[in-house]
Structure formats: C-alpha cells, structure tokens
C-alpha cells in the first residue's frame, strides 16, 4: 500500500480570470452573486463570490494529478463551504488521510481550504478507489 | 451483541447507503436480490460496515461470502 493513515498533503490554489470566466462559460451559472458587483456588495460581500464548485474543481485535480499514483477514481465527495472565496484569492488546501480499507482498495480523505487570513473557506472528505 | 442486533444495524447501513427505506436485509439476502446493490455500492457498502464496526476487512474474507449470512459470520468472528 502507497499510502498510510495520517499521510499528509499540501497544495496551493489561486483562483484566477481564467478559472473564474472559464468555469462560467462552461457551467453557464450566472447567478449575480457571482457576476454582479452591486449585488454581492447588496448581500454583505466584499464582491462576486467565486462559484463553490470551482473548488471541487481543485478537489479533482488533487485527486486526479497531485497523488503518488493515477490508478485513481472518486467515489464520494462532500464539502462544506464556510466563508467566501473571491477572484485572485490563494488558498491553501490540506488534505490528510483518515481511512484505509485495503479491503475494497479504498482511501477516505478529509480536507480544508484555508484562505490568506487563515480562515476556513471549505471542508470535507473524499473516498476514492485505487485501481489494481 | 446479538446476531439480531448486527442484522438490524446492518440494515440501517444499507438503507442509508443505498438511499431506500424499503430496503429490509436477510440473512440470505444477495447481491443479485437488491437492485441498487452494484459494484461501487458494494464498496460504499463495506466501508459504511467497518467503519461503524470499527473493524477491518481483507479482500478474502469479502470474496468468500455469498450472502449477509455469511458477511455476519465474518463479523462476529471479529468480536461483535
């Protein structure tokens, strides 16, 4: 087994134009929490708020390209959101191992993204498979 | 605990696992007898059990049952 229980990892994320546009063109969610500045300031934000999801976006890609294997799949993902991310925020993404079943080739996960004041933007937990 | 006490509490597992109320779990309950009871369920299903049973699997063990009866031998035999 490649991995153990406690096993940590770090990376870091910024959420760029690129990101932001690029997941609006995709999705095509326009919501003006996330694309009108009036509004967001309105609802008692310091501007848009960046989409939730593009942070599962990073989920992905930690899972999918940041692991000593890509003999990956995710199972199961939840994540909770606690504050609000904005454009060009760094956020700081930790994620520990908290459950191996070697029965079933599966590893449970739990993570947080941390923004530059040390607060807490998300959190949750993944289970993913590990291919033979 | 008692073999009845394991069932029903495996039941409560697989009710929420496979997200049905109606599901009702036997001893000789299989696979092939649940609709929803697919592969990666399967695992879903087997994480779910250790982890409320704070016991551990080999790959063997799970390949060597051919129903609930039998996944509850394995559990007992564990101390449960």
Redesign the interface.
């Known amino acids: 087994m490649i991995f153990e229980l406690g096993q940590k990892f770090e990376e870091s994320f910024i959420i760029s134009d690129e990101i932001y546009n690029g997941f609006i063109h995709t999705f095509n969610d326009k919501n003006p929490l996330h694309t009108n500045q009036q509004f967001a300031l309105d609802k008692g934000f310091k501007g848009v708020v960046m989409h939730g999801n593009i942070l599962n976006g990073f989920v992905s890609y930690f899972i999918g390209e940041c692991l000593p294997t890509k003999n990956v799949i995710i ?2 993902q939840e994540i909770q959101f606690k504050n609000a991310v904005y454009l060009n925020d760094e956020l700081q993404f930790k994620s520990e191992i908290i ?1 191996i ?6 590893i ?1 996960f739990k993570f947080d993204f941390k923004n530059k004041e040390g607060k807490t933007v998300a959190k949750g937990k993944i ?1 993913i ?1 590990l291919f033979k | 605990m008692d073999r009845i006490e394991i069932l029903k509490q495996i039941n409560a597992i697989f009710i929420d696992v496979l997200d049905n109320e109606d599901v009702v779990i036997e001893e000789t309950t299989q696979a092939t007898d649940v609709d929803e009871w697919d592969s990666l369920t399967h695992i879903q299903l087997v994480v779910a059990i250790e982890k409320h049973f704070k016991i551990r699997f080999t790959s063997k063990e799970i390949q060597s049952w051919n129903n609930v009866g039998e996944m509850l031998n394995c559990i007992q035999e564990k101390g449960i």
């Not at chain 1, 079943?101 to 599966?106: H, I, K, R």
């Open positions: 199972h199961s459950g079943y070697e029965s079933v080739n599966a449970e289970q498979g």
